[in-house]
């Protein structure tokens, strides 16, 4: 992925977490109360929204820096992170199916190794 594809991406990824929890706010304000995971829910899209933005700034540098390779790499991982982290919290806070809050710490691994990824890209050079 190049730099304006990253941003792209980020672009849409941030359009989705607005989306998503203006949704989870108003529509959905009745399910996520009988679940009991409003809270959760709300964790779910502040994560997809700070690494959406994470990837917006991660395009920025890749422009700027592109023999920084592990930018893209990391761009990848953040989003895998949100569709793990942030996908199995909005449907756990929905169906309440436990079980899938085994995987969301799959996610939180992507989001590490993601800024891990940033650090070494800046260290290297």
């Known amino acids: 992925m190049k730099g304006k594809q990253i941003i792209q991406t980020a672009a849409i990824l941030g359009a989705l977490a607005v989306g998503i929890g203006a949704f989870g706010a108003h529509g959905l304000k009745e399910i ?9 829910f709300e964790t779910a899209v502040k994560y997809h929204f700070y690494h959406s933005l994470a ?8 422009i700027v820096k592109p023999e920084w390779k592990k930018l893209r790499t990391s761009a990848i991982l953040m989003a895998v992170g949100i569709l793990i982290f942030s996908g199995s919290l909005y449907v756990l806070s ?3 199916i436990t079980w899938l809050g085994a995987i ?8 590490i190794a993601g800024w891990i990824l940033v650090f070494l890209a800046a260290s290297k050079n």
């Not at 969301?104 to 989001?111: K, M, S, Y």
Request: aromatic share 8%; hydrophobic share 55%.
């Open 94 to 96: 929905l169906t309440g």
């Open 32 to 40: 996520l109360a009988e679940t009991g995971r409003a809270e959760t």
């Open 104 to 111: 969301t710490p799959l996610g939180g691994l992507a989001f």
């Open 55 to 62: 990837i917006f700034l991660i395009g920025i540098l890749a």
